[in-house]
């Protein structure tokens, strides 16, 4: 018990546990079991909203950012939309991330390595970061709107 605790926020489960310990023997055995289900629902709900929120935090960290270029934009005429994304990232795991952002399923997934260029600035030299690009190719007749978060 640290010397902080008493002002640290206590979860509905923390809350519900101290109110089964509080309360007298003979009530105890209904009251628990009252507790219980209360206490596996909280669980339950929780977990499911925490996996809706992995997964919407790991979609976030997968597509860094649609890539806008007149290349991409000509692109779009084919229903083909360019996304950088993670270097780790798989293609699989692209269209997951496509499905929960956009809410399209998307046809087909090509990925390319992009090597970042040599620049200089004045005397000195430096190399841009190698980034993935994923070019995403949905159905006909779907879309997605990239430039209004942009």
Known sequence: MGLLDRWA???????????VAVEPTKKSAPAKAAVA????KITKKSE????VVKQSL???????????TEK???AQGLNKYSFIVR????KGQIKKAILEVYGVNPK???MINVSGRWVRFGRSFGRRSDYKKAVVTLPAGKSIAVHEGV
């Open 9 to 19: 926020k206590k979860t509905e489960k923390e809350q519900l546990q101290q109110a």
């Open 37 to 40: 289900s209360t206490l596996s």
């Open 48 to 51: 499911v909203v925490e996996s």
């Open 58 to 68: 790991i979609a976030d960290k997968i597509l860094v950012r649609p890539l806008i």
């Open 72 to 74: 991409s934009a000509v």
């Open 87 to 90: 270097r780790d990232s798989t």
């Open 108 to 110: 087909s997934v090509n």
